[in-house]
């Protein structure tokens, strides 16, 4: 099913549902998934092709849904977050979101600003959005190229147009004492 609106009750129907969706991020385009939930996030390795020595990113709507991050360094990630869209990695219990793989004990997350994905976000919870794309591809510009790539695995399309120019969010690590160590810039 393809819709255009990222609110649209389809939408919210299936991630309630543990199915897929893919949709433009505040980045590119992603496979979203709820990340409280087992099975879909065995869905999106699935159809990702993902190893599970490889994380995803976690889409949350405000700084303080980031677990452990000290308000000194949610400061330092707010400062570099006004720019460019950033992830940031932080070192969490593995009992939270455990069914998402942990990279030597860390996740990583990125708020995402007010916007119709950010309503997603409040609605059905945290999302796992890793990139639209399956191994070793690029990502989809576009909703035809993921269906081309996703087919029937994602129960529903959000089409928000062509991406141009658009870019993955920067990635960071922000140590104890305040020193950012730029994963991806």
Do not use: C, W
């Not at 299936?14 to 992603?30: E, M, N, P």
């Not at 976000?121 to 993921?146: C, F, M, R, W």
Request: charged share 20%.
């Amino acid at each position: 099913m393809i819709v255009e609106n990222i609110l649209d009750s389809a939408v919210i129907s299936a991630l309630q549902s543990d199915q897929l969706v893919v949709a433009k991020t505040d980045t590119i385009y992603g496979v979203l998934a709820r990340a409280e939930s087992k099975r879909a996030i065995e869905r999106l390795y699935k159809i990702k092709q993902r190893s599970l020595d490889k994380s995803v990113i976690v889409l949350v709507t405000d700084i303080n849904d980031i677990p452990g991050l000290a308000p000194h360094l949610q400061e330092s990630y707010q400062e570099l977050a006004k720019n460019q869209p950033t992830t940031i990695v932080v070192n969490v219990s593995p009992d939270f979101l455990p069914h998402i793989p942990h990279i030597n004990g860390t996740l990583a997350f990125r708020v995402i600003p007010k916007s119709p994905l950010s309503e997603l976000i409040q609605k059905v919870g945290y999302l796992a959005a890793p990139s639209a794309n399956p191994p070793d591809k690029e990502s989809a510009n576009n909703i035809t190229e993921a269906i081309n790539y996703f087919h029937e695995s994602a129960s529903v399309y959000v089409d928000s147009g062509e991406i141009v120019d658009s870019k993955p969010s920067q990635i960071i690590r922000i140590n104890d004492s305040g020193e950012i160590e730029f994963i991806r810039k």
